[in-house]
C-alpha cells in the first residue's frame, strides 16, 4: 500500500516535481514527463521511452547520460496521451530524429503512435519499436503480440548506448530491435499492487500462492502453484526464460533479476544465488548481471527474470557507461581467476577450539552427552521460537527465537561433527560454543558463545562431569558473560536467570546435595529469576530504548536460558520441576 501522499490525483506530478528537485543538475521536468537537464546533445539521436507511472525506475528514472534523453509519463499504469507524447518528443528532439521505445500494452501504442503520425507530418523522423519481451503473454511464433516487462530496460539500455555513439536513426532502431529480439523475460506474483488512495490492491493472490507469469500490472498469467522455494522458483524462472535460446547464440548473456516492488534486495539475492548456478550450468556466461529493482510495479509482491542474448556489438552496448538518477552501469568486470595474496583454503585451526581426542570410555561417554544435551536443546527452542520471538518483539526486534534457533542448529552441527571425530567432552562444548555465536549473531550469540566456552574450561576431558564441574562451568559463565556484556543483575537480561541459577547451584553443590537435588534447585532458582524480569523495565540492549515498554513481559534471554537448563536436567533424567511447581 501506498503511506505517503496527499491527494492521490496529484501524486504521479509531485513524485515527477520531487524527483526532479534530489536531482537538479541531470534532468528537468517538461510538459509531458522528464528530459536531461541539458537537453539532448545537438546531432545526436534523441531516445525517448515512457509509459505509465508506477514502475520507478522505469521510465523517468532512466533518463540520463548513454540512456534515454527523455522520458513520457502518464498517469499510474495509464498509458501517456498523444500530447504529453508530442510534448516530450518536441522538448527532446535535437535534429537527428527521434526514437522512441515503450512496452506493447495497447494505450501506449495508440498514444504513442498517434504522436508519431503528426511528428512525422510536421516533418519530424520518427521511429517507434515496442519491446516485447514477456514469453508467458504469447508463443513464440506470435512474439510480437508479447507484452513489454522488464525487459524494457536492456532495449532501453541498448538504444541509448548507441545514439550515445552517434548511430544515425536506422542504426539505433536496427540495433535496438536486435536487443528486443533476443529478449526474454517471464515473471512470477505473490500479491498485487494497491494504487495511492485505495486500500485494496489491483489483484490479490491466495496466501501461500504464486502467479507464474502475470503481467506488471496483474495481467493473466500461465498458472497458480503453491509458493515454491527460492530454488524451486530459480529453476522455473530459468526453465522458461532460456527455452528460446536463439540457435546462433553463443552463450553470452545480459541477466536482471528484477524486483517489483515488494520483494526486496536479500530476498533477490538469495534467488540469484541459485539464478547464477542454474545459468552457469546451463552454458551461459552471465556479462554484468543485474539484481535489483529496475521495472517496479508500485508495491507489488512478484519478480522476473530477463536474459538477452549477446553478440560483439550488442555486448559493446550492453557495457558501455550509463548515468541516469535510477539507473548506473559501467564499472563491471568479471571475477578474475585468482586472487593474488588471498586467504588460502583451509586457515589454521583456531587453538581456542582445537579437538582434543577422548582417551577414556569416560571421556567418550561424556562427550556424547554433551552432544545429547543440545539436540534436546534444539527441538526445546524450536517449539518455543514464536514464544520467546513474541516476548524480543514487545521492546525490541522479536528476532531471539529465530536467533536462538540458528545459533542450536549450528551448535547441534558442529557438536555431532566433535563427537564423530572423537572429541573429548570440552571440545564438543567448544567447538558447539564457537559455531553458536558464528550462526545466531546478535548480543545473545555472542553472549551464549562466550559463556559456553567459559562452561567448557571447567568440564573434566576424560573422566564423569560432576555437579562440582557444573557448578564452577554455570559461575565462570556467568562471570564471563557479565564481563564481556556488561549486563547486571536488574538489567532484565539472561543474567537475571543465570545469576540466582549459579548461586543456587554452587550452594547446593558445597551443601552435599544430591544432583537430582541441586539440579531442582537451580531450575526454580532460573525460572524465579526470569519471572521477576516482569518487573523489570530494560536497561540493556535495544531494549533499553523503550525499556518501560517491555514491563509487564519476562525477558525473552532470561526465559531461553531458564527453558535450557530445565531440558539440560530432564536429558540428563533429574526430575525438573514444571512451571506451576516453580510458580508455587
Known amino acids: ?107 501506449d501504442v495508440l498514444n504513442f503512435g498517434a504522436a508519431a ?19 508467458a503473454s504469447a508463443p513464440a511464433d506470435r512474439a510480437h503480440e508479447r507484452r513489454g516487462v522488464a525487459g524494457d530496460l536492456v532495449v532501453f539500455k541498448l538504444a541509448g548506448a548507441a545514439a550515445e555513439e552517434g548511430a544515425d536513426l536506422a542504426e539505433v532502431n536496427r540495433l535496438a530491435s536486435h536487443g528486443n529480439d533476443r529478449t526474454q523475460s517471464f515473471g512470477v506474483a505473490f500479491d498485487g499492487c494497491t ?13 501461500g500462492t504464486a502467479g507464474w507469469g502475470l503481467g506488471i500490472h496483474g495481467e493473466p498469467g500461465v498458472g497458480e502453484e503453491a509458493l515454491p522455494s527460492a530454488a524451486e522458483l530459480a ?84 557495457l558501455a557507461p550509463a548515468d541516469a538518477p535510477g539507473f548506473h552501469h559501467g564499472s563491471w568486470r568479471p571475477a578474475p581467476a585468482s586472487l593474488p595474496g588471498s586467504l588460502p583454503d583451509h586457515l589454521p585451526s583456531d587453538p581456542e577450539t582445537e579437538l582434543v581426542a577422548a582417551g577414556t570410555p569416560e571421556g567418550i561417554a561424556a562427550a556424547g552427552t554433551v552432544a545429547s544435551l543440545f539436540h534436546r536443546a534444539q527441538v526445546a527452542l524450536h517449539d518455543a521460537e514464536q514464544m520467546l520471538g513474541d516476548l524480543d518483539a514487545v521492546a525490541a526486534d522479536g528476532d531471539h527465537g529465530r ?21 573429548d567432552a570440552p571440545s564438543v562444548l567448544r567447538r558447539a560454543a564457537d559455531a553458536w555465536a558464528d550462526k545466531a549473531g546478535g548480543t545473545s550469540g555472542a553472549l551464549w558463545g562466550v559463556g559456553l566456552l567459559a562452561l567448557a574450561d571447567a568440564l573434566p576431558a576424560d573422566a564423569p562431569v560432576t555437579i562440582e564441574h557444573l557448578a564452577a562451568g554455570i559461575t565462570a559463565a556467568r562471570d564471563q558473560i ?88 530432564a536429558e540428563a533424567g533429574v526430575a525438573v520441576p514444571t512451571t506451576t511447581e516453580v510458580d508455587s
Open 1 to 107: 500500500m501506498t503511506y505517503v501522499h496527499n491527494r492521490p490525483e496529484d501524486f504521479v506530478p509531485e513524485a515527477l516535481r520531487g524527483l526532479v528537485k534530489a536531482h537538479p543538475g541531470r534532468i528537468r521536468g517538461v510538459p509531458g514527463g522528464i528530459a536531461r537537464a541539458d537537453g539532448t546533445r545537438p546531432g545526436k539521436v534523441a531516445v525517448v521511452v515512457g509509459g505509465g507511472s508506477g514502475h520507478y525506475p522505469a521510465f523517468a528514472g532512466l533518463v540520463g547520460d548513454g540512456l534515454a534523453d527523455a522520458a513520457v509519463c502518464g498517469d499510474i499504469f495509464t498509458s501517456p496521451s498523444t500530447r504529453q507524447v508530442l510534448d516530450v518528443c518536441r522538448a527532446a528532439d535535437a535534429g537527428a530524429g527521434v526514437f522512441v521505445t515503450f512496452g506493447n500494452y495497447a494505450g
Open 117 to 135: 503520425s503528426r511528428l512525422r507530418a510536421q516533418g519530424t523522423d520518427v521511429t517507434i519499436l515496442l519491446v516485447t519481451d514477456d514469453v
Open 195 to 207: 494504487l495511492p488512495g485505495h486500500d485494496h490492491p489491483l489483484f490479490s493472490l491466495e496466501p
Open 235 to 318: 529453476a522455473e524462472l530459468v526453465d522458461r526464460v532460456l527455452a528460446e535460446r536463439p540457435a546462433d547464440a553463443d552463450g553470452r548473456a545480459a541477466v536482471l533479476l528484477n524486483g517489483l516492488g515488494n520483494v526486496k534486495y536479500e530476498e533477490l539475492f538469495v534467488l540469484w544465488d541459485s539464478v547464477h548456478d542454474l545459468l552457469v550450468e546451463r552454458g551461459v556466461t552471465i556479462v554484468a548481471p543485474l539484481v535489483g529493482e529496475y521495472v517496479t510495479s508500485l508495491d507489488m509482491a512478484g519478480c522476473s527474470l530477463t536474459v538477452t542474448w549477446l553478440d560483439d556489438e550488442l555486448e559493446r552496448l550492453w
Open 403 to 423: 536467533g536462538m534457533c540458528r545459533g542450536i542448529d549450528a551448535a547441534v552441527l558442529a557438536a555431532d561433527a566433535a563427537v564423530r571425530a572423537g572429541g
Open 482 to 569: 557479565q564481563e564481556v556484556g556488561g549486563a547486571r543483575l536488574g538489567d532484565k537480561t539472561l543474567v537475571d536467570a543465570l545469576h540466582p541459577a549459579a548461586e543456587a547451584l554452587a550452594a547446593a553443590a558445597a551443601a552435599g546435595s544430591s544432583p537430582a537435588d541441586a539440579w531442582r534447585a537451580t531450575v526454580v532458582a532460573a525460572h524465579e529469576g526470569a519471572r521477576a524480569t516482569e518487573n523489570i523495565a530494560a536497561r540493556r540492549g535495544r531494549a533499553r530504548v523503550l525499556g518501560d515498554k517491555s514491563l509487564g513481559v519476562p525477558d525473552p534471554g532470561a526465559t531461553s536460558l531458564a527453558l535450557l537448563l530445565k531440558e539440560a536436567g
